[in-house]
Nanobody, 127 residues
Framework: QVQLVESGGGLVQAGGSLRLSCAAS????????VGWFRQAPGKEREFVAA????????YYADSVKDRFTISRDNAKNTVYLQMNSLKPEDTAVYYC????????????????????WGQGTQVTVSS
């Protein structure tokens, strides 16, 4: 089993920045890829970014490319999502997820490709 706990959400003005953290525990050696997803009220959960556990590759949704950066600190079993130039449309609950089946982050944007999920952290961007 793998446990994931997100933190770092909050309220920020448009144009501001936040850094989300996803701390993994349990059988972390089984994790191949970690992704971030988000879900706005009334909308489906959507892919944001992913990183292979080795850090060898990353993958971003077009909507966040050049604004968000995903990174990892394996010593701390933590994956980060640095979010800059935030927009009101970035408002959502952000979830991290771990895949124990897929080694490459490239193209790994489907919910079904991830095996473990955190509880989410709220990000609200005011205009």
């Amino acid at each position: 089993q793998v446990q994931l706990v997100e933190s770092g959400g909050g309220l920020v003005q448009a144009g501001g920045s936040l850094r989300l953290s996803c701390a993994a525990s349990g059988r972390t050696f089984s994790i191949y890829t970690v992704g971030w997803f988000r879900q706005a009220p009334g909308k489906e959960r959507e892919f944001v970014a992913a990183i292979s556990w080795s850090g060898a590759n990353t993958y971003y949704a077009d909507s966040v490319k050049d604004r968000f950066t995903i990174s990892r600190d394996n010593a701390k079993n933590t994956v980060y999502l640095q979010m800059n130039s935030l927009k009101p449309e970035d408002t959502a609950v952000y979830y991290c997820a771990a895949s124990i089946r897929y080694r490459s982050a490239s193209g790994l944007h489907g919910l079904y490709e991830y095996d473990y999920w955190g509880q989410g952290t709220q990000v609200t961007v005011s205009s």
